[in-house]
């Protein structure tokens, strides 16, 4: 059987290496079964990837690709947290968060690349509800943000 670590890896992305949170707070809070990540920006070795507002800066595939890299960023954390990624039982919830110009309506298709990685890692325990925001801002002028919560076994 096929590890979704294993699978990240068939999918042609690395898993990185958990991100240290950048304030005061924890990457991952677990309360009983359930995990919850903190928002993860799309940081890469360290890096924000890019900069910007979609529908100003980025167009939907540029803020789909950087919600696949934020989803990458929140399975290093829950790797971290629970030793192995087939410990996750089911994706419960995602928030999306997508700094946008005030005419930009797509956020949806943008949080597509984080539901659609989630999807392709974990099969049908990677679905899940979710949530789309449109924001002014986000930290270090990200484009996008993603949190998640896991149902852990």
Do not use: W
């Amino acid at each position: 059987m096929t590890t979704p670590e294993q699978r990240v890896e068939e999918l042609g992305f690395t898993l990185p290496a958990p991100a240290k949170p950048a304030g005061s707070y924890l990457p991952v809070v677990r309360t009983g079964d359930l995990l919850y990540t903190s928002g993860q920006v799309p940081v890469i070795e360290g890096k924000l990837h890019q900069t910007g507002k979609l529908g100003v800066d980025l167009g939907v595939d540029e803020g789909k690709a950087q919600a696949r890299i934020c989803v990458l960023n929140a399975l290093a954390a829950l790797k971290a947290e629970l030793g192995e990624l087939s410990r996750v039982r089911r994706i419960v919830k995602v928030v999306v968060f997508v700094a946008s110009a005030p005419d930009f309506t797509e956020q949806p298709q943008v949080a597509n690349g984080a539901s659609d990685l989630l999807a392709e890692v974990f099969g049908d325990q990677g679905k899940h509800a979710r949530s789309a925001v449109g924001v002014a801002s986000l930290p270090l002028d990200a484009p996008v943000e993603v949190e998640l919560i896991a149902e852990v076994g």
